[in-house]
């Protein structure tokens, strides 16, 4: 009506009427004409008397109460508002395309109960309901609460009786049509979320039904709880892949990238996650069990079925069909890149890996380690000189991949050698290729993280 209204009508382009409030105003003037609320046999609940005038101001009497005993149930309902507001205000920044600050709404609701605690009001909150109407009537921007507040100060001075007629079925009507086109973009996302990643479409159910059931606050309760487990099952086990050479100095998963080829004695494994307590043992393992599958052979049958879900049908065919050689592996090549922390208990686990590689003659070389990775891993001596057997068996670490990926191969001092001359040390071409090695300090080229 607002968009495409009548001739007779045409100022409604000008200044739209809500057709919200449209039907308030003629459902109340029924009851109140017909007096639907004393009917005979089952009449229409309305809204009833409400107390007139507005609250009165002064200080909550805190003597009164016990603030020990008040304390914890005021922070429950103080972190819920919050995430109930938040929740709100995300949901309506993507619809209409508006970021939300997280401080501003914190410091808002702060401000809003700071003031509000003079009059005795409830504590504020977003509304998912009052928002979606006030959405759905075409508010655009915070102004509208100052309409609200000024519409609801003059009813409750001036018109209380007027509204004693509404018939609350209008309300619930209101409120349903509001949620109408959020339900509808809700189901779209529901959509997509299963088409992008399960467990997201799973926290979407979650949420939706224990709302559908229970109440807004515990259905985000339930989501966060669910999002929080789902985040530590991610977290404990993480994805990784065995890397292979493509092309010259390019480095992707195999089984990925069936162009991809492993170098004979070298693994080359990258582990997708930040190392910490919960997944250390997991990343020890798995390295330990793709140096085993690579010697005997079944390296990429076995990655097929830890990454099942990286693998079309057609590829495991293919994999299936190609027979790999038994190779024993003296070198094992850990990509750090997505490891942008480690704290002290996967330190002990790098510290354990290398001793226990280098007894089985098996050199432990590492690739885009970051500084602050690197001086926690330093403190711990992993980079110290380890001699099993009368051979040297130093962590390394290298810049770039490809140059730890020669190193590994012992291909490295011949590859950078020819272009350094013949009187370059073994340790002219370490430093040329941006190692670090030792306790000294992390190479200083610009390419270093």
Not at 184 to 190: D, H, Y
Not at 279 to 286: I, K, L, V, Y
């Amino acid at each position: 009506l607002n968009q495409n209204p009548p001739k007779f009508m045409a100022f409604l382009k000008r200044t739209p009427l809500p057709a919200e409030l449209l039907v308030l105003v003629i459902a109340t003037a029924t009851c109140y004409i017909f007096d639907l609320g004393r009917c005979p046999g089952p009449c229409v609940k309305q809204l009833g008397q409400i107390p007139p005038g507005l609250p009165s101001i002064g200080l909550p009497p805190l003597a009164k109460y016990d603030m020990r005993e008040l304390g914890s149930t005021a922070l429950l309902i103080a972190v819920m508002t919050y995430i109930i507001s938040m929740s709100v205000s995300k949901t309506f920044g993507r619809k209409f395309g508006y970021e939300v600050s997280n401080n501003q709404e914190l410091l808002a609701l702060g401000v809003s109960n700071l003031f509000g605690s003079v009059s005795g009001s409830f504590p504020a909150a977003a509304s998912l309901s009052r928002t979606a109407i006030a959405g759905s009537a075409g508010a655009v921007s915070p102004m509208h609460n100052i309409v609200t507040v000024v519409s609801v100060a003059a009813v409750l001075q001036f018109f209380v009786s007027l509204v004693s007629p509404l018939p609350l079925a209008v309300l619930a009507a209101i409120v349903v049509m509001a949620f109408k086109s959020l339900l509808l973009n809700g189901v779209e996302e529901c959509r997509w979320s299963l088409n992008v990643s399960l467990s997201d479409f799973l926290v979407w159910q979650i949420s939706f039904w224990v709302t559908l059931t229970q109440s807004v606050s515990t259905a985000i309760l339930m989501a966060v709880v669910a999002d929080m487990a789902m985040l530590l099952w991610r977290t404990t086990r993480p994805t990784w892949k065995v890397l292979g050479r493509v092309g010259e100095k390019s480095y992707r998963g195999v089984e990925n990238h069936e162009e991809a080829k492993t170098i004979p004695g070298v693994l080359m494994f990258r582990f997708n996650s930040p190392l910490h307590f919960a997944n250390r043992e997991a990343f020890a393992s798995t390295i330990w069990s793709c140096v085993k599958d690579q010697e005997q052979g079944k390296l990429r049958s076995k990655m097929k079925k830890s990454n099942s879900t990286n693998f079309s049908i057609f590829r495991m065919l293919n994999f299936s069909k190609s027979a790999e050689k038994k190779e024993e592996v003296y070198s094992v090549v850990v990509d750090a890149g997505p490891m942008t922390h480690i704290d002290l208990s996967a330190c002990r686990t790098f510290d354990k890996l290398r001793r226990e590689l280098a007894d089985r003659g098996t050199k432990l070389v590492l690739a885009h380690l970051n500084y602050e990775c690197y001086t926690r891993m330093d403190a711990m001596g992993i980079f110290a000189a380890l001699q099993v057997n009368d051979q040297q068996f130093d962590v390394v670490s290298f810049v770039d991949m490809h140059d730890a990926a020669l190193y590994a191969d012992g291909t490295l001092y011949k590859a950078k050698g020819a272009k350094l001359g013949r009187r370059a040390s073994q340790m002219d071409i370490l430093q040329q290729a941006g190692i670090a090695v030792g306790p000294a300090q992390p190479p200083s080229s610009p390419a270093t993280r």
